[in-house]
T-cell receptor, first 113, second 112 residues
Framework: GQQLNQSPQSMFIQEGEDVSMNCTSSSIFNTWLWYKQDPGEGPVLLIALYKAGELTSNGRLTAQFGITRKDSFLNISASIPSDVGIYFCAGREISSGTYKYIFGTGTRLKVLA | DGGITQSPKYLFRKEGQNVTLSCEQNLNHDAMYWYRQDPGQGLRLIYYSQIVNDFQKGDIAEGYSVSREKKESFPLTVTSAQKNPTAFYLC???????????FGEGSRLTVL
């Protein structure tokens, strides 16, 4: 099945730094979801986006639904050690006629104290 | 607490055996899903169910089977026909077909 292009694949940052990651698709999406997954656990929903251009925050996390409907961005401000984990995006295509979500391959974040 | 409960957390299987993974939700969600997660890949959809007594194949349904006899339960059977069953399996639910996905804690299956 189709997968989203998520980047970067991994990143090491210092505590206190800001983090940015993004997902891009060749298809137009009508919904974007962002998740965080800890090792051996299920993904936890962070932010949901439903409209092009929408900007939504959840604490230190901010996500945006790209204007082209083909991309989305997640920013984490002032990172802390507990931000470590894998961040996934998921999108749902308008053209598919179904509600099936497509998932990115994840961005592995490591925070150095 | 409301949520999605998967069991067992870890499961070992010998080749040729069928195993069933349990998924229960008390969120009163209509739709339920099973995903498979492998290292370096995005989640792949195995089966989904929009309502009780109805389910549809996802992208990688071969070697798997499901049932949806109750709204809150969506068990997944990994059959001996699944050629590479070792993986992390995630159950999810959503209020309806348009809703956000909420995941359980996952079940790790290892074939010996």
């Amino acid at each position: 099945g189709q997968q989203l292009n998520q980047s970067p694949q991994s990143m090491f940052i210092q505590e206190g730094e800001d983090v940015s990651m993004n997902c891009t698709s060749s298809s137009i999406f009508n919904t974007w979801l962002w998740y965080k997954q800890d090792p051996g656990e299920g993904p936890v929903l962070l932010i949901a986006l439903y409209k092009a251009g929408e900007l939504t925050s959840n604490g230190r996390l901010t996500a945006q639904f790209g204007i082209t409907r083909k991309d989305s961005f997640l920013n984490i401000s002032a990172s802390i050690p507990s931000d470590v984990g894998i961040y996934f995006c998921a999108g749902r295509e308008i053209s598919s006629g179904t509600y099936k979500y497509i998932f990115g391959t994840g961005t592995r974040l490591k925070v150095l104290a | 607490d409301g949520g999605i409960t998967q069991s067992p957390k870890y499961l070992f299987r010998k080749e040729g055996q069928n195993v069933t993974l349990s998924c229960e939700q008390n969120l009163n969600h209509d739709a339920m899903y099973w995903y498979r997660q492998d290292p370096g890949q995005g989640l792949r959809l195995i089966y989904y169910s929009q309502i009780v007594n109805d389910f549809q194949k996802g992208d990688i349904a071969e070697g798997y089977s499901v049932s949806r006899e109750k709204k809150e339960s969506f068990p997944l059977t990994v059959t001996s026909a699944q050629k590479n069953p070792t993986a992390f399996y995630l159950c999810a639910s959503s209020m309806d077909v348009n809703g956000e996905l909420f995941f359980g804690e996952g079940s790790r299956l290892t074939v010996l």
